[in-house]
């Protein structure tokens, strides 16, 4: 059973960048659809973004579209967001998931199947 584990967060300020890593252990990235997910204080938690196990199909929340870009290294068993122009509402706990559902339905949770413990990103102003 895969195992991932997110790093890479941190206290930033608005504008900044910062990337997430999420690196997997006992299953290979190249085999999963990988899920960016992000819980706000109070909030539930949302879909970011998304890179299919081929790596040739990614898919962005409109709140990131332009400023995240997740990207993935199969010799490193990783896969990264890359994180820029952050704002404060993009404080949150964010996760990665792997999932193996054939679907075009990634932005949902129920599709994935592991889950890291998460990273917490704080943007201030």
């Known amino acids: 059973q895969v195992q991932l584990i997110e790093s890479g967060g941190g206290l930033v300020q608005v504008g900044g960048s910062l990337r997430l890593s999420c690196a997997a252990s006992?299953?290979?990235?190249?085999?999963?659809?990988m899920g960016w997910f992000r819980q706000a204080p109070g909030k539930e938690r949302e879909f970011v973004g998304v890179i299919r196990r081929s790596g040739g199909y990614k898919n962005y929340a409109d709140s990131v579209k332009d400023r995240f870009t997740i990207s993935k290294d199969n010799g490193k068993n990783t896969v990264y967001l890359q994180m820029n122009s952050l704002k404060p509402e993009d404080t949150a706990v964010y996760y990665c998931?792997?999932?193996?559902?054939?679907?075009?339905?990634?932005?949902?949770?129920?599709?994935?199947?592991?889950w890291g413990q998460g990273t917490q990103v704080t943007v201030t102003s």
């Open positions: 006992g299953g290979t990235v190249s085999t999963y659809n």
């Open positions: 998931a792997a999932g193996t559902q054939i679907t075009s339905a990634l932005r949902l949770e129920r599709m994935y199947h592991t």
